[in-house]
């Protein structure tokens, strides 16, 4: 395993990087407000050992958020959603319904379960006709 200096609990690296590859990564991280490249490259390493650990075993205790933007005018979503969400009781917590404008709705499911059992309502929620739009966020508890 590749080693590094170790200094009060932390070990220092080095990182090669393309100049244009850092000059984007710098942009970055000034946008999202980072300190440091040292403090967004944990939290990219963070991110992706947590995805990596979540993919790799559906059985892994989940939370997060499935957010959609649907036309409450088309035939029964609103049914469907609430059908749905009722089916899914040991995963939903708790929703949020924003009105949008006179047509759209957003809403937001917040879930907590098996990664698998939150993978498939949110697959199924973005299924239901009417949804225009849907996105999971996950992570460990």
Partial sequence: MPGGD????????GVSLEPGLLKSFDALIKKEGYATRSEAIRDLVRKSLTETEIE???ESMVIGAISIVYNHHAANVTQR????????????????HVHVDRHKCLETIIVRGKASDVKKLADNTRAIKGVQQGGLFITKP
């Fill in 56 to 58: 790799g075993d559906a």
């Fill in 81 to 96: 959603l609430l059908d749905l969400q009722h089916s899914h009781l040991p995963e939903v917590i708790a929703t949020t």
């Fill in 6 to 13: 170790f200094v009060a609990g932390v070990a220092r690296f």
